[in-house]
């Protein structure tokens, strides 16, 4: 069938057939006239259909049919640098991205030299990435225009209008022009919503960060196939903020989103062990232990809070908050080391050494006591001190001597039921809970001859 059977305007005359064309031309050339000027000489009307307003609809169908079949016949080669300010891709039948213009390249960040391996999911979010790939692949019907959501080079998403072109062998051409969230159809109320998320996790001084599985992880899976593919499928990065970069000493200027994530996020033991944690609490986990990587290399002990988005039994994305627990571990095994060695030279002291209560009650002693007096320690903790000693007002001579600066002297009980004059140096620990240290010392026995008269 020839195209003028096709001509929308074969009812009108000639000199309004011109003048229609004439302004379309014209409109065109107002709008996008790089395109029109180095490619075209006439626009495809699906570039500007979002622009154009004409009321009558059956007329501006027409008109865009006529102008398609005249640009079908009169299209050259397209040239990548010819479409200057507009964001240009090309996706195959296979629904990969084959070309891309060099401003859109420079917009996403992507060197040319990497386009062949660049992702829909690189260009486009999840949603819009889906969407195109069906499109290509002839699964899902093809549409002139539809709006599509592309991120920036900081991953933050960007809506725009596609225009979709069959281009041969080439495939679909997708020339995107920026449309606001108006446009669109989202409310005053929603966009103020996203805005104030958006700072408040920007601002925040705690870590956040997201991790997008271009490739979604089969949650059926037994659980050590779902801990692989965690680490193997293909992800991403996205809407980390400020103090995720700092936490991982991002360079200056060099954006957090655009790196791998096994860069920061490695497959380790200890990483696999947290994975693992996390399918068994069923996708939602707190102070889950990690050992990452900063941007150095170096290695970083790391405390996660996590949440999972699950789609149709598919993991798309993990979420969450970091903190860096190096720190606050190493305060912890330095405290604990010196407790040990706290240990070891009371444990090898010889004489007998006790910490009470401000109550008087005992809450520790060594190994030296134990022996002296014939109780284990597990036989005298917790119980009063005045229960194995015979002088009469124990504790408060405990206390005396401690605020004095000076030794008190009592009368021990034994195990064996036998009597011993002991000299009490009392020292107090102030904190919380106050507490006393008494470091004891044999008398001699005249002394505690007069002394256990003295009890008597």
């Known amino acids: 069938m020839s195209t003028a059977s096709h001509d929308p305007f074969r009812c009108l005359s000639a000199q309004l057939r011109s003048i229609l064309m004439r302004f379309c031309v014209l409109f065109a050339r107002h709008t996008l006239s790089s395109l029109v000027q180095d490619i075209y000489g006439l626009q495809p009307p699906l570039l500007v259909a979002g622009s154009l307003r004409i009321r009558s609809k059956p007329l501006w169908e027409g008109i865009t049919l006529y102008l398609l079949q005249e640009w079908k016949m009169k299209k050259p080669p397209v040239s990548l ?255 604990s080391d010196r407790l040990d060695s706290m240990r070891d030279i009371l444990s090898a002291t010889p004489d007998p050494i006790l910490v009470i209560s401000e109550e008087g009650l005992l809450l520790a002693a060594n190994p030296a006591a134990e022996t002296a007096w014939g109780r284990a320690a597990d036989q005298i903790l917790g119980r009063d001190l005045q229960s194995f000693v015979e002088t009469r007002t124990a504790i408060e001579k405990v206390r005396q001597a401690a605020s004095d600066g000076e030794e008190c002297d009592l009368s021990i009980s034994a195990a064996d039921g036998s009597r011993e004059t002991w000299r009490f140096r009392s020292a107090r620990m102030e904190g919380e809970i106050r507490r006393y240290v008494l470091t004891a010392r044999r008398k001699s026995k005249r002394r505690a001859r007069h002394l256990g008269e003295e009890a008597v």
Not at 140 to 155: C, D, G, I, K, M
Not at 273 to 278: C, G, H
């Open 81 to 335: 640098s010819s479409f200057g300010d507009l964001m240009v891709d090309w996706i195959n039948q296979n629904g990969q991205i084959s070309e891309m213009n060099d401003f859109e390249a420079r917009q996403l960040g992507i060197e040319l030299n990497d386009i062949g391996i660049v992702t829909l999911d690189r260009v486009y979010s999840s949603t819009s990435a889906h969407t195109l790939r069906m499109i290509a692949i002839g699964e899902s019907p093809r549409e002139a225009t539809l709006p599509v959501w592309v991120n920036s080079s900081s991953y933050s998403e960007v809506p725009m209008l596609a225009s979709l072109i069959d281009d041969g062998e080439r495939g679909i051409m997708v020339v995107k022009q920026t449309l606001s969230p108006a446009v669109l159809g989202l409310g005053p109320e929603l966009l103020e919503r996203v805005e104030i998320l958006s700072q408040m996790i920007g601002a925040a001084t705690e870590a956040c960060w997201c991790i997008e599985f271009l490739e979604p992880v089969d949650t059926s899976l037994a659980e050590e196939e779902i801990v692989d593919r965690v680490f193997a499928n293909q992800s991403r990065w996205r809407a980390c903020n400020e103090a995720m970069a700092r936490l991982y000493r991002v360079p200056e200027g060099l954006d957090f989103n655009t790196q791998p994530v096994s860069r920061y996020f490695p497959t380790t033991d200890v990483n696999r062990q947290m994975v693992r944690d996390l399918v068994r609490a069923n996708y939602r986990l707190d102070h889950a232990v990690a050992v990452d990587r900063r941007h150095d290399g170096s290695e970083m002990l790391v405390e996660n809070d996590f949440r999972a988005a699950i789609k149709d039994g598919f993991l798309i994305r993990l979420w969450g908050t970091t903190r860096d627990i190096g720190p606050h571990r190493r305060r912890e095994q330095q405290m």
